[in-house]
Nanobody, 124 residues
Framework: QAQLVESGGGLVQAGDSLTLSCAAS????????MAWFRQGPGEEREFVAG????????YYGESVKGRFNISRDNAKRAMYLQMNSLKPEDTAVYYC?????????????????WGQGTQVTVSS
């Protein structure tokens, strides 16, 4: 099994920046693609960004393109989400997810491994 732990959430003001981290442990060799999802109150889980662990290709949801940046550190087995120009509508619980195949998927049901989530609140 692999374990994922998110950190870095918090309360910020609109326009601020925040960086989330996801640390992987355990059988990390099975984690070939990883992604960030978010879920606001009463909303479905939404794809935010994904990264192919081997090649580093990145993918973004339309609502965050140009504002968020996903990256990974192979040596640390960590993934990051740099969030800039934050808006109140970015408020959600952000989850780190991983799957044992290289293709990044935007559907949450394609991911086998999940972190516990970290709250991001953006005030106006």
């Amino acid at each position: 099994q692999a374990q994922l732990v998110e950190s870095g959430g918090g309360l910020v003001q609109a326009g601020d920046s925040l960086t989330l981290s996801c640390a992987a442990s355990g059988r990390t060799f099975v984690l070939l693609s990883m992604a960030w999802f978010r879920q606001g109150p009463g909303e479905e889980r939404e794809f935010v960004a994904g990264i192919n662990w081997i090649g580093g290709s990145t993918y973004y949801g339309e609502s965050v393109k140009g504002r968020f940046n996903i990256s990974r550190d192979n040596a640390k087995r960590a993934m990051y989400l740099q969030m800039n120009s934050l808006k109140p509508e970015d408020t959600a619980v952000y989850y780190c997810a991983a799957r044992p195949t290289a293709a990044v998927e935007t559907s949450s049901d394609q991911y086998a491994y999940w972190g516990q989530g970290t709250q991001v609140t953006v005030s106006s």
